[in-house]
């Protein structure tokens, strides 16, 4: 097997640990609330805490990995958000306030998660390969989801919940014995690959070098930047909403048994990995066929925030469960071709930056988990409605299309 594939596995396997830890609050909240007392914006709070350390991460996540290299980084993070995982049961028998502060440090841990692998890629990755590299590797999010939603309550019902937190942080330091023996953070540096493939990503992947210093002056305004933060954040709004209120709006909202709550929940999810894994095979055909980069960013972008817009906005015109759980399925097809349009376009502005434009982006785009995780709480206690959740998910998601669609570029910006 070529040592890239390798390096890829081990990191879908670690965003797939990344998001079974993360969405196991969205379950466990149920029966943790439950027995707490607490009100829905309490709960909001709980889930959004996680987003305050994600933010901070994000940049020094990416910066370091560009600078030192993603192995160091990302293990490092890892290690950090399990152990975080482990303590959550004892954090909530010492209170609200300790509960949100291990909250807060396995954010710390997980922020660095994106910005390290796409810093990797940038580096082991060929131009040819890497919409469905980054589309498989963001397929695992969904993965971790299912996996999340389908195990969780299982574990829930015959342990406790705090055995989920127990058993999901453990995974983590297992996959570090298998990252430490097999991942380095660029070609050049591994021992193991061949001269063939050494040659064909280092003359093919966006780049090669360390990043040198990237000044604030630099970023801060750049427009084609700032449609990439844009397109994440709203992207992100939907997502992050969703992986931590859609069970409880399954439960709440729909009527459904705690029992079935996991597998309705995740039929959405098992829908966005098929179709971003297609979405990024699509991109590259499109690409290696010769049409115009930017063309196939923008026509992917839109695709994914029009057609999962128009399907959020449906949500609520719909009275039936299976109605409801088919078109937010139908909003993850379309969502699926975002995988060819703002998540790749980072390594086209600024290789050799790629990892620290990425930490840019996705801290501003980890907003929504602090925003919209309090806020979806703040609506349901004023309103009493889920209607008005999907509306402004919907508007938000119109916005980001947009936005990207005038703004968006593939030149050279920082390199």
Not at 189 to 199: F, H, V
Not at 365 to 386: F, H, K, M, R, Y
Request: neutral net charge; aromatic residues 14%; glycine residues 12%.
């Amino acid at each position: 097997m070529p040592q890239r594939f390798k390096v890829i596995a081990l990191t879908v396997a670690a965003v797939f640990i990344c998001y079974i830890d993360r969405v196991v609050i969205s379950l466990a909240i149920i029966p943790m609330s439950e027995g707490a007392g607490w009100t829905e914006t309490q709960k909001g709070i709980v889930l959004g805490s996680f987003y305050i350390g994600y933010m901070i991460t994000q940049i020094w996540g990416g910066l370091l990995s560009d600078r030192i290299g993603a192995k160091i980084v990302l293990g490092v993070g890892l290690i950090v958000w399990s152990l975080f995982t482990l303590i959550t049961p004892w954090a909530f028998y010492g209170g609200f306030a300790a509960l949100i502060i291990a909250r807060i440090g396995m954010g710390l841990g997980e922020g660095i998660t994106f910005p390290a692998w796409h810093s990797l890629y940038a580096r082991w990755v060929p131009f040819s390969e890497r919409a469905r590299s980054v589309a498989l590797t963001n397929s695992a999010i969904p993965i971790g989801t299912i996996f999340g939603l389908v195990v969780t309550p299982i574990i829930i019902l015959k342990w406790g919940w705090e055995w989920a937190f127990y058993l999901y942080g453990g995974l983590g330091f297992i996959w570090y014995i298998f990252w430490q023996r097999i991942a380095e953070s660029s070609p050049k540096e591994d021992p193991n690959i061949s001269s063939e493939e050494l040659d064909f990503i280092t003359t093919n992947a966006p780049a090669s070098e360390n990043a040198s210093h990237l000044a604030f002056s630099k970023w801060r305004s750049n427009l084609p930047l700032w449609a990439i933060t844009v397109a994440h954040f709203c992207s992100n709004y939907s997502l992050f909403v969703f992986l931590s209120w859609l069970p409880i709006f399954i439960k709440d909202g729909l009527g459904v048994p705690m029992a079935a709550v996991g597998f309705l929940a995740m039929l959405p999810h098992i829908t966005s990995f098929l179709f971003i894994n297609i979405g990024g095979y699509f991109a590259d055909y499109l690409t290696n066929k010769g049409i115009q980069l930017i063309t196939v960013r923008k026509l992917c972008n839109s695709i994914a925030f029009g057609g999962s817009g128009i399907c959020l906005c449906l949500v609520p015109e719909l009275e039936s469960v299976a109605g409801i759980i088919a078109i937010m399925c139908l909003g993850n097809v379309f969502g699926g071709f975002s995988a060819g349009g703002f998540i790749v376009n980072h390594a086209d502005i600024g290789p050799k930056h790629t990892g620290r434009l990425m930490g840019i982006t996705n801290m501003v785009a980890a907003l929504p988990g602090l925003v919209g995780g309090v806020l979806t709480g703040v609506i349901l206690d004023a309103t009493n409605s889920w209607d008005m959740v999907f509306y402004v998910v919907a508007g938000i998601t119109f916005f980001g299309g947009v936005f990207y669609l005038l703004f968006a570029s593939t030149e050279k910006q920082f390199d």
